[in-house]
């Protein structure tokens, strides 16, 4: 069949009276062909109506595509069992001509960024071999969208303080910040809403508020709107952690910003430029960080165990025997455990990044060698309180705490806020009776305070009055 093309030809060389002989030589096409284009008098291609082995079982394919919840391969089936005649390759053709189980590709969009305008962040997960196992990790980016300047890094997994922690380390690389942050709809960052309608948690917008940017997410489905993050995903799994193997997260996230410095410098065929390039032109539109912010740490409520250590993120770090009973304050950085007590830093430890469990000991943090084994150990404020009490609580304090054996400080934390919460003469009542019997199963004492509240300040009035009378009555007697 001729194209468009060479029909506009013909129609203008025998406009220009040419003959159809001559045409058909110079053309190199059939004298009929010249003939019949002349006599349609148009240049359009006509289309060519031929009739399709699958248009008699429309109506079947369309109620077998429902049925068979989109799978051709079930469709072809069933229609060759009810005798239908036609391969695989028909269905399909079928189908995608007439819009059955297929829709036009939408073209993708191109989004243009302004120098300083928008970076772009998110995560992956990743296989990679760390501390000599292939492991799953999850890989950080940051993009800025103008230059194309990207920096990376690999944890064992991704909360909110570790998410300040790579934006933090991530900004401080490049020395400056976008005005807007653009994520998916993640619950890291995100406190409810999608897209536009998008809040933040009031921790993570505080956070972005410090360097001077916000967060914004694309909606739902609009993948395109974060290409520049996501697009760098395929590179780090192809190219980084293709064939690298790492001693650990530390070694991992070295070799990662050297991996960044030597991608930025490479050339960009789609901007005949490199990033860093780039990054020079639009260094004078991003915001300069501030002159000083305070170090990302996640606080914990510790209460020293019976052996002198504290347990954070699922590793275990000593303190100062002192301390033992004690509650401290637990802040735990990018690189360190800091452990407070009141005002004062007692102990400091390098954090542990490790998948398996790990404890980690100081000898400054030990009794010295040849003293008395058992320790002095200070009160807990729940145990200064229950020993300043009204009697008999400080000896079924004591009995308590004799019994509880390691767990102690949560028996005598528990049995103080009874003391707070239930009212005086039931519950003193209840421990005197525990106390002469030699009950310290707090649980028991807890039913017998709420048996003793309940005929106290539960009695029906009829009761009541029933019960002055008697008590009358005794009195005269």
């Known amino acids: 069949m001729l194209d468009q093309s060479i029909r506009t030809a013909i129609l203008a060389l025998h406009k220009k009276g040419h003959g159809i002989r001559a045409i058909a030589r110079t053309l190199k096409v059939s004298r009929e062909s010249v003939r019949e284009i002349i006599r349609g008098g148009t240049s359009e291609v006509p289309c060519l109506s031929r009739p399709e082995k699958?248009?008699?079982?429309?109506?079947?394919?369309?109620?077998?595509?429902?049925?068979?919840?989109?799978?051709?391969?079930?469709?072809?089936?069933?229609?060759?069992?009810?005798?239908?005649?036609?391969?695989?390759?028909?269905?399909?053709?079928?189908?995608?001509?007439?819009?059955?189980?297929?829709?036009?590709?939408?073209?993708?969009?191109?989004?243009?960024?302004?120098?300083?305008?928008?970076?772009?962040?998110?995560?992956s997960p990743h296989m990679a071999h760390v501390g000599g196992a292939l492991r799953r990790v999850q890989t950080a980016s940051l993009v800025f969208c103008f230059s194309r300047m990207r920096f990376i890094q690999l944890y064992p997994t991704f909360n909110r303080f570790i998410c300040k922690l790579f934006l933090h380390d991530a900004l401080h690389y490049f020395g400056a910040t976008c005005r807007d942050c653009m994520i998916d709809n993640t619950h890291v960052v995100v406190l409810k809403g999608?897209?536009?309608?998008?809040?933040?948690?009031?921790?993570?917008?505080?956070?972005?508020?410090?360097?001077?940017?916000?967060?914004?997410?694309?909606?739902?489905?609009?993948?395109?709107?974060?290409?520049?993050?996501?697009?760098?995903?395929?590179?780090?799994?192809?190219?980084?952690?293709?064939?690298?193997?790492?001693?650990?997260?530390?070694?991992?996230?070295?070799?990662a910003v050297t991996w960044c410095d030597r991608v930025n410098a490479k050339v960009r065929r789609e901007v005949h430029a490199s990033a860093k390039e780039l990054f020079v032109k639009e260094q004078l539109s991003l915001l300069p960080?501030?002159?000083?912010?305070?170090?990302?740490?996640?606080?914990?409520?510790?209460?020293?165990?019976?052996?002198?250590?504290?347990?954070?993120?699922?590793?275990?770090?000593?303190?100062?025997?002192?301390?033992?009973?004690?509650?401290?304050?637990?802040?735990?950085?990018?690189?360190?455990?800091?452990?407070?007590?009141?005002?004062?830093?007692?102990?400091?430890?390098?954090?542990?990044?490790?998948?398996?469990?790990?404890?980690?000991?100081?000898?400054?943090?030990?009794?010295?060698?040849?003293?008395?084994?058992?320790?002095?150990?200070?009160?807990?404020?729940?145990?200064r309180e229950l020993l300043a009490a009204e009697s008999p609580l400080p000896e079924y304090a004591q009995g308590v705490k004799r019994k509880g054996s390691n767990r102690w400080p949560a028996a005598l934390r528990r049995l103080a806020q009874m003391r707070r919460d239930y009212p005086r003469k039931p519950f003193l009542d209840a421990v005197t009776s525990a106390h002469h019997y030699g009950l310290y199963d707090l649980d028991r004492l807890e039913r017998m305070v709420l048996r003793n509240i309940a005929t106290e300040y539960f009695v029906a009035p009829a009761d009541r009055s029933a019960r002055s009378r008697e008590d009358d009555l005794s009195d005269e007697g």
């Open 289 to 383: 960080l501030p002159l000083w912010v305070p170090e990302v740490y996640v606080l914990h409520h510790r209460v020293v165990d019976t052996e002198g250590y504290i347990h954070a993120d699922g590793h275990i770090y000593s303190v100062p025997y002192q301390l033992i009973g004690r509650q401290v304050e637990v802040r735990e950085t990018k690189d360190a455990v800091r452990v407070f007590d009141g005002p004062r830093m007692v102990a400091e430890h390098e954090r542990i990044f490790s998948f398996e469990k790990r404890r980690t000991t100081k000898e400054e943090h030990r009794p010295p060698k040849g003293t008395v084994a058992k320790i002095e150990r200070q009160p807990t404020p729940d145990e």
């Open 54 to 123: 699958a248009e008699p079982y429309e109506a079947d394919i369309r109620e077998l595509y429902a049925r068979c919840k989109g799978n051709l391969i079930r469709v072809h089936e069933e229609l060759t069992h009810t005798g239908a005649t036609l391969s695989y390759q028909a269905l399909t053709g079928f189908c995608r001509r007439h819009g059955i189980g297929y829709e036009p590709q939408k073209p993708a969009g191109r989004y243009f960024f302004e120098p300083g305008q928008e970076m772009q962040h998110d995560t």
């Open 194 to 255: 999608t897209g536009k309608e998008m809040v933040p948690v009031p921790e993570m917008a505080a956070f972005a508020e410090r360097y001077g940017f916000r967060f914004i997410a694309h909606e739902k489905g609009d993948a395109n709107r974060s290409a520049h993050v996501e697009r760098g995903f395929d590179h780090v799994e192809n190219n980084f952690l293709a064939g690298r193997e790492f001693q650990d997260f530390a070694h991992a996230n070295r070799e």
